[in-house]
């Protein structure tokens, strides 16, 4: 059985939580077979005249092999702020998927050890198959 564990930071609420995801971008788990990590920028309250620049600057702050895996939505922003238990604007928002599409394991706010360590550890747990049928 193929294991998978899949990870969107969800960096777009604000400007401020852009910046202060960056540090949760940094993973040692991205070498890892069936992990992916996906930086999810959610612009929807952008208004329209200005998301091309809104765009733009979010492309030019991420880097080269960040924009790999980099989606920018302008819809859906209901759908995502539920997806992530949204609670504060300038937070960044972490959401741990399993291989059937379910959370497993979400965290919000500013790069904490304490908080990396148990995002970790639902990662181990995901990828070796623990989260299955919970």
Do not use: Q
Request: hydrophobic share 50%; with cysteine.
């Amino acid at each position: 059985m193929h294991l998978s564990a899949r990870a969107f930071v969800v960096a777009g609420l604000s400007r401020k939580a852009g910046v202060a995801s960056e540090p949760w971008l940094e993973s040692e788990f991205e070498a890892r077979p069936g992990f992916s990590a996906d930086t999810v920028a959610v612009l929807a309250s952008v208004p329209a005249p200005f998301r091309f620049l809104a765009f733009r600057g979010v492309r030019a702050a991420a880097s080269r092999d960040a924009r790999r895996t980099f989606l920018v939505t302008f819809s859906d922003e209901a759908a995502w702020k539920a997806l992530a238990d949204y609670g504060a604007p300038d937070d960044p928002y972490l959401v741990l998927l399993d291989r059937r599409g379910e959370v497993v394991a979400n965290c919000h706010g500013p790069f904490l050890e304490s908080a990396y360590a148990e995002l970790a550890a639902a990662i181990v747990r995901t990828l070796s198959g623990e989260t299955e049928g919970h």
